[in-house]
């Protein structure tokens, strides 16, 4: 008897619990804070859902989910990148402490 399994645990985005909560770390764009979700998966077909333990940054343009943890627990617009600035080169955001863009290499 040959038995064969396809599953797994997959993470989600739930419920919005504020929208526009931060700014996106990949693209820049403007990210939910978001209830997670785990769901188990058999044969690509959901089978059991529950509540992640912490909530979590959704960008709206790219789909990006980051821990949010990241956010910093302030109460400011835009916690996830306090301070946005844009590579010359590329246009995207990257963190202020960097002096290279991790995206395309050019300097800042």
């Given at each position: 008897m040959f038995f064969f399994f396809v599953g797994g645990v997959e993470q989600g985005a739930g419920r919005v619990l504020k929208e526009a909560a931060g700014r996106c770390l990949r693209c820049g764009g403007t990210a939910d804070l978001v209830e997670t979700e785990k769901v188990l998966k058999?044969?690509?077909?959901?089978?059991?859902?529950?509540?992640?333990?912490?909530?979590?940054?959704?960008?709206?343009?790219?789909?990006?989910?980051?821990?949010?943890?990241?956010?910093?627990?302030?109460?400011?617009?835009?916690?996830?990148?306090?301070?946005?600035?844009?590579?010359?080169?590329?246009?995207?955001?990257?963190?202020?402490?960097?002096?290279?863009?991790?995206f395309c290499g050019s300097a800042l």
């Open positions: 058999l044969f690509f077909v959901p089978a059991w859902r529950w509540k992640g333990k912490d909530p979590a940054y959704l960008c709206r343009e790219c789909g990006l989910l980051a821990p949010g943890s990241l956010g910093g627990g302030g109460g400011e617009q835009g916690t996830l990148l306090p301070r946005v600035d844009r590579c010359g080169a590329c246009s995207r955001a990257v963190d202020p402490q960097f002096r290279f863009c991790p």
